[in-house]
């Protein structure tokens, strides 16, 4: 069975930094690309960057360019999210995603970021 | 970035009764390998989102047979054949055909 589990959100202030991590279990993670969404409170859903199953390619949307690095470690099957420059509107709760077909297929049950000072 | 608009924004819906959701895109979502890459997600209350559609018609594992996806181009539906007391939650459209995927407003689903 797919399982992600993130962890890592907290209170940060704004300009200060943070790293999402996501472990993941029940495939070959190696196999697969990797995303982080968000949803802030309340609202929609928005996907904010994806990175390939080797590492070799990574796409970010606009909002967080510059700022967001994305990441994994396929030895220990994890995915990272090193946020930097934090502002309010990433206040969220951000999720990890298994990337298949240009979807994503199984999602963990998400880490709360909020910025506030 | 393709914008995908959803209507409605609300459904309240009689139990039984079926339910339908507009999604359009603001251009065509055919990829260049002749996939159209539309998907339906399905965001219960305090719950992550689960994918019940993917390539516009196809149902995820598990999904009932009630949950049915149609469409081309730009303009898609999902129709839930008979809404049941488990389908409450919100239902979003996204597009994976173009760097940002992007999703559409959500639907809120409720019984009447």
């Known amino acids: 069975e797919v399982h992600l589990v993130e962890s890592g959100g907290g209170l940060v202030q704004p300009g200060g930094s943070l790293r999402l991590s996501c472990a993941a279990s029940g495939f070959t993670f190696s196999y697969y690309w990797m995303s982080w969404a968000r949803q802030a409170p309340g609202k929609g859903l928005e996907c904010v960057a994806n990175i390939k199953y080797d590492g070799s390619e990574k796409y970010y949307v606009d909002s967080v360019k510059g700022r967001f690095t994305i990441s994994r470690d396929n030895a220990k099957n994890s995915l990272y999210l090193q946020m930097n420059s934090l502002r309010a509107d990433d206040t969220a709760v951000y999720y990890c995603?298994?990337?298949?077909?240009?979807?994503?297929?199984?999602w963990g049950q998400g880490t709360l970021l909020t910025v506030s000072s | 970035d393709i914008v995908m608009t959803q209507s409605p924004l609300s459904l309240p819906v009689t139990l039984g009764q079926p339910a339908s959701i507009s999604c359009r895109s603001s251009q065509s979502l055919v990829f260049s390998d002749g996939n159209t890459y539309l998907n339906w997600f399905q965001q219960r209350p305090g719950q992550s989102p689960r994918r019940l559609i993917y390539k516009v018609s196809n149902r995820d594992s598990g999904v009932p047979d009630r949950f049915t996806g149609s469409g081309s181009g730009t303009d898609f539906t999902l129709k839930i054949n008979r809404v049941e007391a488990e389908d409450v939650g919100v239902y979003y459209c996204?597009?994976?055909?173009?760097?940002?995927?992007?999703f559409g407003q959500g639907t809120k689903v409720e019984i009447k």
């Open positions: 995603a298994r990337a298949e077909s240009r979807s994503t297929d199984y």
């Open positions: 996204m597009q994976g055909t173009q760097w940002p995927w992007t």
